[in-house]
């Protein structure tokens, strides 16, 4: 069983930055992949960034591409998302997700954990 704790949502203005955090525990391998989605409301979750535990391979979504950073911390067994350049658009619940099977991508049914989420609101 691995339980995912997300941290580091707020309120921020057009422009600034946020470092989400989640810390997993419970056993993780590096064969594992972690994705980060968001849900805006109103609107259905949706992938941001995925990053595969075996060679740190990463991928985004277009809409954060050359804003957002994912990384992951071995040692933490955290994963981090970093956003700059935040914009209205990106205010949403967002909620990280293990894949066992390694996956990093935006399909949701392959991931088998998922944390509870948090807050960020960008306003303008």
């Known amino acids: 069983q691995v339980q995912l704790v997300e941290s580091g949502g707020g309120l921020v203005q057009t422009g600034e930055s946020l470092r989400l955090s989640c810390a997993a525990s419970?056993?993780?391998?590096?064969?594992?992949?972690m994705g980060w989605f968001r849900q805006a409301p109103g609107k259905e979750r949706e992938f941001v960034a995925g990053?595969?535990?075996?060679?740190?391979?990463?991928n985004y979504v277009d809409s954060v591409k050359g804003r957002f950073t994912i990384s992951r911390d071995n040692a933490k067994n955290t994963v981090y998302l970093q956003m700059n350049s935040l914009k209205p658009e990106d205010t949403a619940v967002y909620y990280c997700?293990?894949?066992?099977?390694?996956?990093?991508?935006?399909?949701?049914?392959?991931?088998?954990?998922w944390g509870q989420g948090t807050q960020v609101t960008v306003s303008s």
């Open positions: 419970g056993r993780i391998f590096s064969s594992y992949g």
């Open positions: 990053i595969r535990f075996s060679d740190g391979s990463t």
């Open positions: 997700a293990v894949s066992r099977a390694g996956y990093s991508g935006p399909y949701q049914p392959n991931y088998n954990y």
